[in-house]
């Protein structure tokens, strides 16, 4: 389980987040939403440690991360996947994929199934650059890069911005069955109320770097829902 307990983060004397606290189970998808600067995306970066927070503490599987670098959150199981993709456009599709193995051991550095039965593009687009890809495909290609690392925590950042509507239900169903596996504890950022409503486990809104609003599934107000979202 992950546990973010009372969680602030500064950029120089700007504070972008304010004493956040939540969890995210393994089974579970816990959908955070708001508006573009409410600092969603700084509380994805703090847990993925790729900005030190200034007070509080994150907690993964019973052990303190708080201080850690990303790259010994990736070998504990955390995995990535910023806005904006970030692959790299001169590599291949395999090879962008294989990138995925940086935080394994040697023995496990093989491709798991899930990653082509989830997005069959990849598959048949294996040796043409990742930056020859639609929008779409890269982001397919950004998902399964961290699925290449079996992650047990997954971080998703926007994962439908720009998408078109076809992939957006493909990303849906692959996050569905993640969930279903009952292994990974899903963190899902998202502005697209509808595509999270239906995922979504746990929902927490943010505004001016705190949560405002929290519910879950079987006590979702979508009009109280709504109206946080809009402050």
Request: proline letters at 5%; one cysteine or more.
């Amino acid at each position: 389980m992950l546990e973010v307990n009372a969680i602030d983060l500064h950029y120089g004397a700007a504070q972008a987040l304010r004493a956040v606290s939540f969890k995210a189970e393994p089974g579970k998808v816990t959908c955070v939403l708001g508006r573009n600067g409410v600092g969603k995306t700084s509380l994805l970066d703090a847990l993925a440690g790729q900005h030190p927070v200034s007070t509080g503490t994150i907690t993964w599987e019973g052990n303190d991360i708080t201080t850690l670098r990303p790259p010994d959150r990736a070998r504990r199981g955390i995995a990535y996947v910023p806005q904006g993709r970030e692959i790299f456009p001169l590599l291949t599709v395999g090879e962008n994929l294989k990138t995925g193995f940086a935080p394994l051991a040697r023995s496990e550095r093989s491709m798991p199934d899930d990653v082509f039965s989830l997005f069959p593009v990849l598959k048949t687009m294996l040796h043409r650059r990742g930056g020859d890809l639609s929008g779409g495909q890269q982001q397919q290609l950004a998902i399964g890069r961290a699925l290449v690392m079996r992650p047990r925590l997954l971080l998703l950042d926007e994962p439908t911005e720009g998408i078109q509507p076809s992939i957006i239900k493909d990303i849906g169903r692959a996050i569905s069955y993640l969930r279903s596996l009952g292994k990974i504890a899903i963190v899902l950022v998202e502005q697209y109320l509808d595509f999270a409503r239906e995922l979504g486990d746990h929902f927490a809104v943010m505004e001016r770097g705190a949560i405002v609003y929290r519910c879950g599934r079987d006590d979702l107000d979508e009009g109280a829902l709504r109206r946080a979202m809009a402050i």
